[in-house]
């Protein structure tokens, strides 16, 4: 299993851009995925919605709502992972997790969350 801890959060003017910052430690070879998700202000964890995952194939899948302004890449070493926001909007306003997935072993699946990290973005 592994543990996450977010950075990079902060307050931006609409069009501006954030980098937020995901630190992975522990067995990094059992993760399978690598995700950003967010929660709108008033909104219940239920409402977490994905923002971004990357895989260990290195494909990765976007919400329709971030497509063509935010990307998810990792580093070499998969250590720690990282959302590029770019453009951003009014509604981009949330407080931010980082996500891992993956197997202990071969049947014993994990999830990992952080903390989480709030974005702000003004209009």
């Known amino acids: 299993q592994v543990q996450l801890k977010e950075s990079g959060g902060g307050s931006v003017q609409a069009g501006g851009s954030l980098r937020l910052s995901c630190a992975v430690t522990?067995?990094?070879?059992?993760?399978?995925?690598m995700a950003w998700y967010r929660q709108p202000p008033g909104k219940g964890r239920e409402e977490r919605e994905l923002?971004?995952?990357?895989?260990?194939?290195?494909?990765?899948n976007y919400a329709d709502s971030v497509k063509d302004r935010f990307y998810i890449f990792d580093n070499n070493t998969k250590n720690a992972f990282f959302l590029q926001m770019n453009n951003m909007k009014p509604e981009d306003t949330a407080t931010y997790y980082c996500?891992?997935?993956?197997?202990?072993?071969?049947?014993?699946?994990?999830?990992?969350w952080g903390k989480g990290t709030l974005v702000n973005v003004s209009s």
């Open positions: 996500n891992a997935e993956g197997h202990i072993g071969a049947v014993s699946p994990f999830t990992s």
């Open positions: 522990g067995d990094l070879a059992s993760v399978n995925q």
């Open positions: 923002v971004a995952a990357i895989r260990s194939d290195g494909s990765a």
